[in-house]
């Protein structure tokens, strides 16, 4: 006999068809998650820049310049976690060597973007706004306290208001001493404050320094971030 060479029996097709069941049912790779959108202190976009000034000026008018354009040391706004910060330029440049998860605030937070992206001016912003106020109000000592709960401000309350001050204008409302308290928007003119009965509203209340005590956590970002 000569040599001989072995073949070996074809696979039987189930076992084939084993294999490409295996191989199909394989558990395949988890995706990566993406990473959070980024939430770094940045410039202000058009729209937003445009919401801030338009609060701004409701208050400040004309004054806005100076708020801009500070003639002592630059200031611009910031944009981190929905706040909007007015800040030195230096410590702003400082800032940014900061990690976005470790820096908790910077200048002074004049407000806050909502969910909804709307702005609002905060209580941050009193300092600010009463150095550039066109108009004003004055509380008398014994509605101070009510002010300082969040109520809006009545007739009866009023010590004095700047002349010439018109309705729907936003207004600093000072105590007595001339300490800034908060601020609002005028339910009326001058002219028809004057008119008015003790009960009804002259400003509607917006912010007032007793916020720092009923509203700390909103104020402490670290404590709900």
């Given at each position: 006999?000569?040599?001989?060479?072995?073949?070996?029996?074809?696979?039987?097709?189930?076992?084939?068809?084993?294999?490409?069941?295996?191989?199909?049912?394989?558990?395949?790779?988890?995706?990566?998650?993406?990473?959070?959108?980024?939430?770094?202190?940045?410039?202000?976009?058009?729209?937003?820049?445009?919401?801030?000034?338009?609060?701004?000026?409701?208050?400040?008018?004309?004054?806005?310049?100076?708020?801009?354009?500070?003639?002592?040391?630059?200031?611009?706004?910031?944009?981190?976690?929905?706040?909007?910060?007015?800040?030195?330029?230096?410590?702003?440049?400082?800032?940014?060597?900061?990690?976005?998860?470790?820096?908790?605030?910077?200048?002074?937070?004049?407000?806050?973007?909502?969910?909804?992206?709307?702005?609002?001016?905060?209580i941050g912003a009193?300092?600010?706004?009463?150095?550039h106020a066109k108009?004003?109000?004055?509380?008398?000592?014994?509605?101070?306290?009510?002010?300082?709960?969040?109520?809006?401000?009545?007739?009866?309350?009023?010590?004095?208001?700047?002349?010439?001050?018109?309705?729907?204008?936003?207004?600093?409302?000072?105590?007595?001493?001339?300490?800034?308290?908060?601020?609002?928007?005028?339910?009326?003119?001058?002219?028809?404050?004057?008119?008015?009965?003790?009960?009804?509203?002259?400003?509607?209340?917006?912010?007032?320094?007793?916020?720092?005590?009923?509203?700390?956590?909103?104020?402490?970002?670290?404590?709900?971030?």
């Amino acid at each position: 006999h000569g040599d001989t060479a072995r073949v070996s029996p074809p696979r039987h097709p189930r076992a084939r068809r084993a294999k490409v069941v295996v191989e199909s049912t394989a558990s395949p790779r988890r995706a990566r998650s993406r990473p959070p959108p980024s939430r770094a202190m940045r410039p202000l976009e058009e729209s937003e820049i445009q919401q801030v000034f338009e609060k701004l000026f409701k208050f400040v008018g004309k004054n806005l310049k100076n708020i801009v354009d500070r003639a002592d040391q630059p200031h611009c706004f910031r944009l981190h976690k929905k706040r909007v910060y007015y800040v030195r330029e230096d410590i702003m440049k400082r800032a940014v060597s900061v990690a976005r998860d470790q820096l908790v605030s910077l200048g002074v937070c004049v407000g806050k973007f909502t969910h909804s992206d709307k702005f609002r001016l905060t209580i941050g912003a009193l300092d600010l706004l009463a150095a550039h106020a066109k108009h004003k109000m004055w509380v008398k000592p014994t509605s101070e306290m009510s002010f300082l709960y969040g109520n809006h401000l009545l007739k009866s309350g009023l010590g004095r208001i700047t002349e010439n001050t018109p309705a729907n204008q936003g207004v600093v409302v000072y105590s007595m001493s001339d300490v800034p308290l908060g601020f609002g928007v005028a339910a009326k003119s001058t002219q028809d404050c004057r008119k008015l009965d003790a009960s009804s509203i002259v400003a509607f209340h917006q912010a007032d320094v007793g916020e720092y005590l009923r509203a700390e956590d909103d104020m402490v970002q670290g404590k709900k971030e």
